[in-house]
């Protein structure tokens, strides 16, 4: 190509995709979660709407779709109006184990932000006598085969890290399905590992103790609460995470617009509050560093699925 045409190239299509992005928002915007409702990414989601759509003039629909959420948002037309709130188990771990992805975490999107993460906890009922990982070890050799962890799924980031913490500690843990913490609460199994806001209201009524926390560094919900690595296990670290990511191709500008009021979301004294009482540990990231992060992540979890001899479905 002539060297001067490919400069006025470049220029053409900036100025066609600010053009795009003039008009937008001209309707209301839609935010999929990839899980439930009541989750962390459900609550991250439902806080962002409600500061983002007064600085966009436009509604934000939020839409739980634990199913199919990601592959709507990598089908959605990209033009500035589908964002995606997902976490690890869709960006990192699915592509991993599932035999057949209908999107490509890598392909179809394109980082915004990275919201925050959720950091994972062990926990023990109050009934057995443990109150570390120390203790737990101690009575996992004492009496084999006699604890039992709650598995919430062997192909989730709880039972990976379920599966680490036997490999690592070389105890002996009896897997048993997750059973909405029936089992668990009734003291018919003994262990979990769930984040942080799903097990610090049981902590709280002492129906748990949590005994580590999966992070690098203590988290700011539980302070007095030690991490594995803490524990005597280094480089035990891993948690749960949550971004925002729109359809491939949905114009730089509007990315460039849409990433600003997030950080502006994020910064807001009562959405800080709200996601640090349900355990969140806010990062408000570039695009650029939510896309080397989510490199990293599949290289680092990927790693990790295949030394463990996790297999796809």
């Known amino acids: ?20 992005a003039q008009g937008w928002p001209a309707r209301p915007l839609k935010l999929i979660v990839a899980e439930g409702g009541g989750g962390a990414p459900d609550a991250a989601a439902r806080s962002l709407a409600v500061r983002l759509a007064p600085a966009l003039g436009q509604q934000i629909l939020v839409s739980n779709l634990p199913e199919t959420g990601a592959e709507a948002a990598a089908r959605a037309k990209p033009d500035g109006y589908t964002y995606l709130i997902a976490s690890a188990s869709q960006l990192v771990i699915d592509p991993y184990l599932v035999n057949i992805l209908s999107y490509s975490p890598e392909d179809d999107f394109a980082p915004v932000a990275m919201v925050g993460t959720s950091p994972f906890a062990l926990a023990a009922i109050a009934q057995i006598n443990v109150r570390s990982i120390s203790d737990l070890i101690a009575l996992a050799k004492a009496e084999p085969g006699k604890l039992a962890l709650v598995n919430p799924g062997k192909l989730t980031l709880a039972g990976m890290l379920g599966d680490l913490l036997r490999v690592r500690t070389g105890v002996s843990l009896r897997r048993v399905p997750f059973n909405d913490g029936r089992d668990l609460l009734a003291g018919r199994t003994h262990l979990i590992i769930l984040p942080v806001p799903a097990i610090a209201p049981a902590v709280r009524r002492g129906q748990l103790r949590a005994l580590a926390v999966t992070t690098a560094t203590r988290v700011p919900l539980m302070p007095e609460i030690a991490t594995i690595a803490q524990s005597g296990f280094p480089g035990f670290q891993t ?28 910064k807001d004294p009562d959405v800080s509050k709200r996601m640090f009482g349900r355990g969140y540990i806010i990062v408000g990231s570039s695009p650029a560093e939510f896309k080397a992060f989510l490199k990293s992540e599949v290289g680092r979890l990927g790693a990790l699925a295949r030394n463990l001899g996790l297999k796809a479905n």
């Open 1 to 20: 190509m002539h060297p001067v045409i490919y400069p006025l190239l470049v220029a053409a299509l900036f100025s066609a995709a600010t053009a795009a």
């Open 239 to 266: 948690a749960q995470w949550y971004g925002v990511l729109v359809p491939k191709g949905t114009p730089r500008p509007v990315i460039r617009v849409i990433h600003g009021k997030i950080l502006a979301a994020l």
